[in-house]
């Protein structure tokens, strides 16, 4: 199932997609009741306590950085006000003069997770989306810490939809420029499976409904400019799209 979080009225709540119509999703259970899709706001879909973000977990991207891989998987966080949604736009912030896109899948969490298993994580996942760690990679350099350089506003999209019941072992994942493939890698890459990254962040910081846990990016990372438009297309989810535009001048 396709999820997607919408705005109709004055109510905000989760529905998935059948034709031109959405149905309303309470715990579980579709509402019989079609929506209009010309009636609906399609939203971000998720309001996330955090974003847990994974660097170095694909093998060919360790290799093209010339970077080693560590024992423990590397985590960073984003803050929640980086997230947005699908044709919503990445702003390039003016302090900064290189930022870079990195496509990912990302999962979607769905129950409280602390201190789980790696087996035992699958039935408290929601789904899963594709997203964009976009980096001011010049801050990322200069910081060595990455806050600053991850944390800038709209430098977390992800969408367009949650996908449900989804098998991520081998998943063609690609991120395309302008309509020119930029990144083309598959999650059989990975380092370390979603269950197990989850598994390792939950023995850390309790994840919450909502949450965010982005997984990694494939090798091909590169620069955007304004004007540009960057899809994430994940196989079985679908394309993330945004366009790329020029901070407004401080007035």
Not at 61 to 80: G, Q, Y
Not at 144 to 167: E, H, M, Q, W, Y
Not at 229 to 243: D, F, W, Y
Request: net charge negative.
């Amino acid at each position: 199932m396709k999820v997607f979080r919408i705005k109709h009225g004055e109510k905000v709540f989760y529905a998935s997609l059948d034709g031109d119509h959405f149905r309303s999703l309470i715990a579980g259970r579709t509402e019989d009741n079609p929506i209009p899709l010309t009636e609906c706001l399609i939203l971000p879909i998720v309001v996330p306590s955090k974003i847990v973000c994974v660097g170095l977990n694909y093998r060919e991207h360790a290799e093209e950085l010339n970077m080693d891989m560590e024992e423990d998987p590397m985590i960073f966080l984003k803050p929640s006000s980086a997230v947005i949604g699908n044709n919503d736009a990445i702003v390039l912030p003016s302090v900064s003069e290189q930022v870079d896109y990195e496509g990912e899948l990302a999962v979607v969490i769905g129950q409280t997770i602390k201190n789980v298993a790696p087996d035992k994580v699958a039935p408290l996942i929601f789904g899963y989306t594709c997203a964009n760690d976009v980096t001011a990679r010049d801050f990322q350099r200069k910081d060595k810490l990455f806050t600053r350089a991850k944390g800038f506003d709209s430098f977390a999209p992800v969408g367009p939809c949650i996908k449900t019941d989804l098998n991520t072992a081998s998943l063609g994942i690609r991120t395309i420029v302008n309509g020119v493939v930029r990144q083309e890698g598959n999650t059989s890459d990975m380092i370390r499976t979603p269950a197990e990254l989850i598994s390792f962040i939950s023995h850390i910081m309790t994840l919450n409904p909502g949450d965010v846990v982005m997984t990694g990016t494939p090798k091909g990372i590169g620069t955007l400019n304004e004007g540009d438009t960057v899809e994430v297309e994940i196989e079985g989810i679908g394309k993330l799209s945004n366009k790329v535009i020029a901070e407004s001048p401080v007035q």
